[in-house]
């Protein structure tokens, strides 16, 4: 099993042993609204979502990241954050969920950050993307600052997100996430 650290941060790769954290988090009411398009969301959806994650995995040697903050007491289980495959492109998408306690504190920044350099060390993608619902400001301000620029509005599912992207070059050329075991 692998697993990383960060500062803040335990990353290690989705497996069907999160299931019980991850239906936690695709029920919060937030998160449904702002992922799922208001679907609420069961156990079965859960498991496909894992088994989809682990698909990426295989096929790309990265994927989805189950995030634990570091505390005291032990670490706490936040959320996810990750990239899978975008459309049919060379390109990546970052989707990151985290639970309440885990927001407005850069933890969310300093996991995108991991799993972007991640999974672009580990492939020859050529962009990095986000879809991120109208309103979410948060999101928005984590994409800027991870160095994603917004390009348009697109249509994804049946749903127009804000486009934002960044080129592999770009990111490289920003200081870099330090990756510590």
């Not at 994927?63 to 570091?70: D, Q, T």
Request: glycine share 8%; charged share 25%; with cysteine.
């Amino acid at each position: 099993m692998l697993t990383y650290q960060t500062e803040r941060l335990i990353l290690t790769p989705m497996r069907p042993e999160h299931e019980a954290e991850l239906f936690q988090l695709h029920t919060d009411p937030v998160v449904q609204k702002v992922i799922f398009n208001n679907v609420p969301q069961t156990i079965e959806d859960v498991r496909k979502w894992v088994d989809w994650s682990l698909a990426q995995w295989r096929k790309n040697g990265f994927g989805a990241w189950i995030v634990y903050e570091k505390r005291n007491g032990g670490p706490i289980f936040i959320g996810r954050c990750g990239l899978r495959d975008y459309e049919d492109t060379h390109n990546i998408e970052l989707s990151t969920s985290l639970v309440e306690h885990g927001i407005g504190r850069g933890l969310g920044q300093e996991a995108a950050r991991f799993a972007i350099t991640h999974a672009l060390r580990s492939s020859t993608k050529e962009k990095v993307v986000g879809l991120i619902a109208h309103g979410n400001v948060r999101s928005q301000r984590t994409a800027t600052k991870l160095g994603l620029r917004y390009i348009d509005d697109r249509w994804h599912g049946c749903r127009l997100y804000q486009y934002y992207e960044m080129t592999r070059q770009e990111y490289f050329s920003q200081p870099q996430h330090q990756v510590l075991r």
